[in-house]
């Protein structure tokens, strides 16, 4: 089993910036990569972005492309997901997961999710 534990949410204003960060345990050796989706009230979970362990390879939703950085750090077991130019739309709650292989929408690992809200 792996435990994914969020933190670094919270309330900001549009256009500021938020720093998430998920810190893996256990198993965390099964693993191939790690990611953030978010999901709000009624809709499904969408994926954000995500890094492999071992290359650092990263992907990224186009909605936030270019304002979201996600990183790792393997000594720590820990990503990262810093958050630029917040719009009201990226208010949800975000969720850390892990994945033992696959592709980016798979996911085998969830934390309870952190909450952003972005006020206007």
């Known amino acids: 089993q792996v435990q994914l534990v969020e933190s670094g949410g919270g309330l900001v204003q549009a256009g500021g910036s938020l720093r998430l960060s998920c810190a893996a345990s256990?198993?965390?050796?099964?693993?191939?990569?790690m990611s953030w989706f978010r999901q709000v009230p009624g809709k499904e979970r969408d994926f954000v972005a995500g890094i492999t362990w071992a290359s650092g390879t990263t992907s990224y939703a186009n909605s936030v492309k270019g304002r979201f950085t996600i990183s790792r750090n393997n000594a720590l077991k820990t990503i990262y997901l810093r958050m630029n130019s917040l719009k009201p739309e990226d208010t949800a709650v975000y969720y850390c997961?892990?994945?033992?292989?696959?592709?980016?929408?798979?996911?085998?690992?969830w934390g309870q999710g952190t909450q952003v809200t972005v006020s206007s």
């Open positions: 997961a892990a994945r033992k292989g696959g592709n980016w929408s798979r996911t085998d690992y």
């Open positions: 256990g198993r965390t050796s099964s693993t191939y990569a």
